[in-house]
């Protein structure tokens, strides 16, 4: 992770110090350096991140519906989330809908990841790459976890230092070519997505899901189908 690098790359700088140049760094410099460091290259993240137009940095407050809404015409929506049992074994998953409801892609996988924050930013992550690839670039993200989203939008030196890389890993996918919004949900309207990451963690191969279709539910696992139907949602 991130910030682990930093620790070790001035740890190592320190060592070289001493040995070759027998200059004597102090714990607390070292700790300072690294944690100047961290700060600089959170600040040169976030200058970056605010010169790119493709995304937007205001957040839809949809948390009063329990309801799922379809997206508007020409926009895919995505819903994600991330599971974690007593064991530390985790499952993400994702759902990609477009403007009537159909199901283009749904994802169950068991995954590892180090917190739930960067285990639901993966999720993210993972339902985008896989929009980007099929070719949308009209993407809407929605999200029970407004944490999360603030993370992704503007990440800061205090956010989750596990999701980090992954929230580096979703900027690098956004270009000027894509418009990509987010939304705060309410749980219930993300019930499909909160469903299939339970489901992922009883999974005992790596990953099961439902890839681009030609009719509705067609070629659908067994074990997603009733949880994609599971949704009643309506037209705004």
């Given at each position: 992770?991130?910030?682990?690098?930093?620790?070790?790359?001035?740890?190592?700088?320190?060592?070289?110090?001493?040995?070759?140049?027998?200059?004597n760094?102090?714990?607390?410099?070292?700790?300072?350096?690294?944690?100047?460091?961290?700060?600089?290259?959170?600040?040169?993240?976030?200058?970056?991140?605010?010169?790119?137009?493709?995304?937007?940095?205001?957040?839809?407050?949809l948390?009063?519906?329990?309801?799922?809404?379809?997206?508007?015409?020409?926009?895919?929506?995505?819903?994600?989330?991330?599971?974690?049992?007593?064991?530390?074994?985790?499952?993400?998953?994702f759902?990609?809908r477009?403007?009537?409801?159909?199901?283009?892609?749904?994802?169950?996988?068991?995954?590892?990841?180090?917190?739930?924050?960067?285990?639901?930013?993966?999720?993210?992550?993972?339902?985008?790459?896989?929009?980007?690839?099929?070719?949308?670039?009209?993407?809407?993200?929605?999200?029970?976890?407004?944490?999360?989203?603030?993370?992704?939008?503007?990440?800061?030196?205090?956010?989750?230092i596990?999701?980090?890389?992954?929230?580096?890993?979703?900027?690098?996918?956004?270009?000027?070519?894509?418009?990509?919004?987010?939304?705060?949900?309410?749980?219930?309207?993300?019930?499909?997505?909160?469903?299939?990451?339970?489901?992922?963690?009883?999974?005992?191969?790596?990953?099961?899901?439902?890839?681009?279709?030609?009719?509705?539910?067609?070629?659908?696992?067994?074990?997603?189908?009733?949880?994609?139907?599971?949704?009643?949602?309506?037209?705004?």
């Amino acid at each position: 992770m991130s910030f682990v690098a930093f620790m070790c790359w001035y740890l190592w700088k320190a060592w070289n110090d001493f040995y070759f140049d027998n200059v004597n760094s102090s714990p607390l410099n070292v700790i300072r350096c690294v944690d100047r460091a961290w700060h600089n290259y959170f600040n040169a993240i976030e200058s970056n991140a605010s010169q790119q137009p493709s995304s937007s940095n205001e957040v839809r407050d949809l948390s009063s519906s329990t309801t799922w809404i379809v997206p508007s015409m020409d926009v895919v929506k995505i819903n994600a989330d991330a599971a974690l049992n007593h064991l530390n074994q985790g499952g993400i998953a994702f759902i990609c809908r477009d403007y009537v409801g159909k199901p283009l892609i749904a994802i169950s996988q068991r995954c590892c990841f180090p917190s739930i924050a960067a285990g639901e930013a993966c999720a993210i992550s993972e339902g985008l790459s896989r929009m980007l690839q099929l070719g949308h670039s009209n993407i809407e993200v929605e999200y029970d976890n407004m944490e999360v989203i603030r993370m992704l939008i503007r990440a800061t030196s205090q956010s989750d230092i596990y999701a980090f890389d992954v929230v580096r890993d979703v900027k690098m996918l956004l270009s000027d070519d894509i418009t990509v919004s987010f939304s705060h949900i309410h749980r219930g309207a993300n019930s499909v997505a909160h469903s299939l990451a339970r489901r992922a963690l009883t999974l005992t191969g790596g990953l099961v899901g439902l890839y681009p279709i030609y009719g509705y539910l067609s070629h659908v696992p067994l074990c997603i189908i009733p949880v994609t139907l599971m949704n009643s949602f309506k037209f705004y």
